[in-house]
Nanobody, 124 residues
Framework: VQLQASGGGLVQAGGSLRLSCAASGRTFRNYGMAWFRQAPGKEREFVACIMWTGGTTDYADSVKGRFIISKDNAKNTMNLQMNSLEPEDTAIYYC??????????????????WGQGTLVTVSS
């Protein structure tokens, strides 16, 4: 399984960015997938997750109402639409996947596969 994250960049506070994670190597039926982020000097933290089959989603409280996670089955991609961005959202964003959906999905250790990360910088 290979994951390729893209879409990061520099944006002003209040702006928007859309991240994408291209997944390849197999079909992702019954996979759980997620976005995490890691700011300088901080631990990697959960942002949002989605079940590939069914589309159930969950979000960290810090991004609820601002970020939207989605998937495109035909393109095998997962997306993260980020709106009303704040300087505190500045981080490297990683996509992750695991071959099951039961259990917790908010810890980095819950995931088997990781993309390389894409940098999001929000200026004030």
């Amino acid at each position: 399984v290979q994951l390729q994250a893209s879409g990061g960049g520099l944006v002003q506070a209040g702006g928007s960015l859309r991240l994408s994670c291209a997944a390849s190597g197999r079909t992702f039926r019954n996979y759980g997938m997620a976005w995490f982020r890691q700011a300088p000097g901080k631990e990697r933290e959960f942002v949002a997750c989605i079940m590939w089959t069914g589309g159930t989603t969950d979000y960290a409280d810090s991004v609820k109402g601002r970020f939207i996670i989605s998937k495109d089955n035909a393109k095998n991609t997962m997306n993260l639409q980020m709106n009303s961005l704040e300087p505190e959202d500045t981080a490297i964003y990683y996509c992750a996947a695991r071959p099951f959906t039961m259990g917790t999905m908010t810890r980095p250790s819950d995931y088997t596969y990781w993309g390389q990360g894409t940098l999001v910088t929000v200026s004030s």
